[in-house]
C-alpha cells in the first residue's frame, strides 16, 4: 500500500449566496481578482465563481440568486470547517482592524499567535474567516513549513509551551547553517567588537 501525496491546497469551494454578494466580499473587501466565472457544471441553477487569493490557488464560490445572505454563523460541529485562514503581509496585517472598522465588521483584533499574527471575523454568510501574517520571511530556498517545523524542534528541546520569535530567529539560522555553504571553518558566533 502507499501514501496518495498531495502537492498543495488546489482549490476551496464555499456555498454562497448570490453572485454579487460574493463579489463584493471576495473582490470587494478581500482584494481577490474575480478571474473565472462559469455555470456550476453538477448543478444548472447555480454559478461558480473562481477568485485568485493571491497565491495563484483557486476559491470557488457555488452562487445562486435563490439564496439570500444570511450572516448567523456557520455551525461548529465535529467535520465542519471552523475557519478559512488567508495570509496577508505584515504591512497589509497591521491595516486590517482599521479597514473591517471602517465598513463595520465585528473582529478579534490582532491576535498574538508567537509565530504569527491573525485577526478574526466573519464574512457576510457567517464563515469564520482568519487574516494570518507570519513574522519571519524563511531563508532563500525555504518555506515556512521548514522553519516551523524546525522551531517546533527547539521548541520541545527547550521545553517550553509554544513557538515564538526566539524559536524561530534560532531556526532560521540552523537552516541557513544547514543549506548554505561557507569557506570559513567555524562558523560559531564571535565578538566582533
Known sequence: MKKIQTQGVHHITIIGADRQTSIDFWEGVLGMPLIFDQPNLDN?????????????????????????PDSAPVPEATGSLHHLAL????????????????????????????FMDSIYFRDPLGLRLELASYRFVP??????ADVMIEAHKIRLA?????????HLADAIELLVACRQNSLSEDRSPRRSY
Open 158 to 166: 527547550r521545553g517550553d509551551h509554544h513557538i515564538d520569535r526566539e
Open 87 to 114: 495570509n496577508v503581509s505584515q504591512a497589509t496585517f497591521w491595516q486590517v482592524a482599521e479597514r473591517l472598522d471602517a465598513r463595520g465588521v465585528k473582529h478579534s483584533g490582532p491576535v498574538d499567535r508567537g
Open 44 to 68: 444548472p441553477n447555480e454559478g461558480h465563481l473562481y477568485f485568485d487569493p493571491g497565491d495563484g490557488r483557486l476559491i470557488t464560490i457555488f452562487t445562486n440568486e435563490e439564496r439570500k
Open 139 to 144: 531563508p532563500e530556498g525555504c518555506r515556512h
